[in-house]
């Protein structure tokens, strides 16, 4: 490489110090903005989320430190397995490849996308669950959404019997002391109200838990704390009411319980978490359903004019593939041979087939009608319309509205304000 090699920006910049030109270094990176191989001396570094990314030219660092998450979310290292060598662009790099295989899956969350996991969990500075980072297009079962729902259902079971007990007396208007006595509700109360807290509300303590182990208060911060103190006060009110003044206490020595407020809250929360998986799955049910319009299979040809059928992610640029009549079309391409109609509607929309001729350009995952045709590979894995597609909708789904910023902002705020606010209150209560 010359002492002022142009780089993708269009600038001119000189080589970075110790590296001359010439073969490729193993310290070599990958600038995630527009793909060059970089040198691991590059004086273009930026440190984010714990990692140092380098960059080709000023212009890529300045892009990058504008919106980091745009570039880093879908980062995973495919530079090792891209093999390019110096100053080209590695293929495909800017989009998530597309797996079949949901093991091989990265989660990230949709709010912060700067958050990386391995597996599905919680996103540990809003306690959203963490979305797959690559689409895939086979799924099993959502283990999560299941038992949040199983958790919902035994805990609004609960919840209902404990709120009638707790309120029938006041909202009829009638002595509740007549049919049970105030001593036995309570004990009745905490029997209903602890599995609903303990058991069905575990997932939301956890998470509440770990915004405060993260030392990122939010939502789930405040649900923890109001949850728990108002069980934990209301156990110690039931069992040990003599530790209280005499002021809390009641004419039969008993002090105010509150369990029906703990297993009501429990449950609204757990409503709103079954709600939103849900919808979640509703979504990734639309992005499976456009990934499994892209046939697995496709029919190549040959030198010597014979066909061979090979899976669709060994399918290459320039390869010739045979389309038979009533198939999919398996990548991108234009017609060598052949004429046909083929159905395009999935893509734009068109109820009528398109004619197809020599020389007409093919959309992968399209259907051929009644004619055979001969097409050259043109745009494969993650080059064709129908990745495109899914990866735009995918990345609409993680894109975050600038006011969400404001919102996290106001939160981190928010948050400590109402508990010093309860801190404060509940201390000038019980002390005047």
Same mark, same amino acid.
């Given at each position: 490489?010359?002492?002022?090699?142009? $780089?993708?920006?269009?600038?001119? +910049?000189?080589? =970075?110090? &110790?590296?001359?030109?010439?073969?490729?270094?193993?310290?070599?990176?990958?600038?995630?903005?527009?793909?060059?191989?970089?040198? !691991?001396?590059?004086?273009?570094?930026?440190?984010?989320?714990?990692?140092?990314?380098?960059?080709?030219?000023?212009?890529?660092?300045?892009?990058?430190?504008?919106?980091?998450?745009?570039?880093?979310?879908?980062?995973?290292?495919?530079?090792?397995?891209?093999?390019?060598?110096?100053?080209?662009?590695?293929?495909?790099?800017?989009? %998530?490849?597309?797996?079949?295989?949901?093991?091989? +899956? @990265?989660?990230?969350?949709?709010?912060?996308?700067?958050?990386?996991?391995?597996?599905?969990?919680?996103?540990?500075?809003?306690?959203?669950?963490?979305?797959?980072?690559?689409?895939? =297009?086979?799924?099993?079962?959502?283990?999560?959404?299941?038992?949040?729902?199983?958790?919902?259902?035994?805990? %609004? !079971?609960?919840?209902?019997?404990?709120?009638?007990?707790?309120?029938?007396?006041?909202?009829?208007?009638?002595?509740?002391?007549?049919?049970?006595?105030?001593?036995? $509700?309570?004990?009745?109360? *905490?029997?209903? =109200?602890?599995?609903?807290?303990?058991? @069905?509300?575990?997932?939301?303590?956890?998470? %509440?838990?770990?915004?405060?182990?993260?030392?990122?208060?939010?939502?789930?911060?405040?649900?923890?704390?109001?949850?728990?103190?108002?069980?934990?006060?209301?156990?110690? %009110?039931?069992?040990?009411?003599?530790?209280?003044?005499?002021?809390?206490?009641?004419?039969?020595?008993?002090?105010?319980?509150?369990?029906?407020?703990? !297993?009501?809250?429990?449950?609204?929360?757990?409503?709103?978490?079954?709600?939103?998986? #849900?919808?979640?799955?509703?979504?990734?049910? *639309?992005?499976?359903?456009?990934?499994?319009?892209?046939?697995?299979?496709?029919?190549?040809?040959?030198?010597?004019?014979?066909?061979?059928?090979?899976?669709?992610?060994?399918?290459?640029?320039?390869? #010739?593939?045979?389309?038979?009549?009533?198939?999919?079309?398996?990548?991108?391409?234009?017609?060598?041979?052949?004429?046909?109609?083929?159905?395009?509607?999935?893509?734009?929309?068109?109820?009528?087939?398109?004619?197809?001729?020599?020389?007409?350009?093919?959309?992968?995952?399209?259907?051929?009608?009644?004619?055979?045709?001969?097409?050259?590979?043109? &745009?494969?894995?993650?080059? +064709?319309?129908?990745?495109?597609?899914?990866?735009?909708?995918?990345?609409?789904?993680?894109?975050?509205?600038?006011?969400?910023?404001?919102?996290?902002?106001?939160?981190?705020?928010?948050?400590?304000?109402?508990?010093?606010?309860?801190?404060?209150?509940? +201390?000038?209560?019980?002390?005047?």
């Amino acid at each position: 490489m010359s002492a002022t090699d142009q $780089s993708c920006c269009g600038k001119r +910049t000189a080589p =970075a110090p &110790g590296n001359s030109g010439g073969t490729a270094s193993v310290s070599e990176h990958v600038d995630p903005v527009c793909g060059m191989r970089v040198s !691991a001396q590059s004086p273009y570094q930026f440190e984010f989320a714990g990692r140092r990314y380098l960059f080709c030219c000023q212009g890529c660092l300045e892009t990058f430190r504008a919106d980091p998450a745009r570039f880093v979310e879908n980062r995973t290292d495919r530079q090792v397995l891209a093999g390019a060598s110096p100053g080209q662009p590695v293929a495909g790099l800017p989009a %998530a490849p597309i797996s079949s295989n949901p093991a091989d +899956t @990265a989660f990230t969350c949709p709010m912060h996308p700067e958050i990386l996991r391995s597996k599905p969990g919680d996103c540990p500075i809003c306690g959203m669950a963490l979305e797959p980072l690559q689409p895939t =297009a086979e799924v099993g079962a959502n283990a999560e959404l299941q038992d949040l729902t199983r958790r919902l259902i035994v805990g %609004a !079971a609960l919840a209902v019997p404990l709120l009638v007990l707790a309120m029938a007396g006041p909202l009829l208007r009638v002595n509740s002391r007549l049919f049970l006595p105030p001593l036995a $509700s309570q004990w009745i109360q *905490a029997a209903l =109200a602890t599995p609903v807290v303990i058991w @069905a509300g575990w997932p939301l303590l956890k998470r %509440a838990a770990a915004s405060v182990r993260h030392r990122s208060l939010n939502m789930f911060s405040l649900i923890g704390l109001g949850v728990l103190s108002t069980y934990l006060y209301s156990l110690v %009110a039931t069992f040990g009411p003599g530790l209280f003044p005499g002021s809390l206490r009641s004419d039969g020595g008993l002090v105010p319980v509150y369990y029906e407020a703990a !297993a009501v809250i429990t449950v609204l929360v757990l409503l709103g978490q079954v709600l939103e998986g #849900r919808a979640r799955e509703a979504t990734g049910g *639309a992005i499976r359903a456009l990934l499994k319009l892209s046939p697995k299979r496709a029919r190549r040809l040959r030198a010597d004019g014979s066909d061979e059928e090979i899976a669709h992610d060994q399918v290459h640029v320039g390869d #010739r593939l045979r389309v038979r009549p009533g198939e999919s079309v398996p990548v991108d391409g234009s017609v060598l041979e052949g004429t046909s109609e083929v159905d395009e509607s999935m893509v734009t929309g068109e109820s009528l087939p398109v004619g197809k001729r020599p020389g007409a350009k093919l959309i992968g995952g399209t259907l051929n009608g009644t004619g055979a045709l001969l097409m050259r590979a043109e &745009g494969v894995g993650n080059d +064709t319309v129908l990745s495109r597609i899914v990866q735009m909708v995918v990345e609409a789904q993680r894109s975050r509205a600038p006011i969400q910023r404001v919102a996290d902002w106001v939160s981190s705020w928010f948050v400590p304000t109402v508990i010093l606010a309860a801190a404060a209150t509940f +201390t000038m209560w019980m002390l005047y």
